[in-house]
């Protein structure tokens, strides 16, 4: 089975960038479509952006398209997220899984916060 570990994240300031890295480990997510999801306490997970398994398509969220990109090594089995011109609605715990469908057990997480 899958493990899914996110890292990345951390605090910025509005108008910041970070970039968020997802490894898969225990089996391989190269032959997967890939997804960024968040949360916000008290709120469900929604989805961000996604990306084919061969890397050459990509979804995103209206509210993070033109800010945002997804990319993928699959010789690494990581996914990435490049977020930029971060805003205070961006806070949330990111998490990275297969996509449209969660199959993978959720991982940790990795939390972003942006001040205003």
């Known amino acids: 089975q899958v493990q899914l570990v996110e890292s990345g994240g951390g605090l910025v300031q509005a108008g910041g960038s970070l970039r968020l890295t997802c490894v898969a480990t225990g089996r391989t997510f190269a032959n997967y479509a890939a997804g960024w999801f968040r949360r916000v306490p008290g709120k469900e997970r929604e989805f961000v952006a996604a990306i084919s398994y061969h890397g050459g398509t990509t979804f995103f969220a209206d509210s993070v398209k033109g800010r945002f990109n997804i990319s993928r090594d699959n010789l690494k089995n990581t996914v990435y997220l490049q977020m930029n011109s971060l805003k205070p609605e961006d806070t949330a715990v990111y998490y990275c899984?297969?996509?449209?469908?969660?199959?993978?057990?959720w991982g940790q997480g990795t939390q972003v916060t942006v001040s205003s």
């Open positions: 899984n297969t996509a449209p469908n969660a199959f993978a057990p």
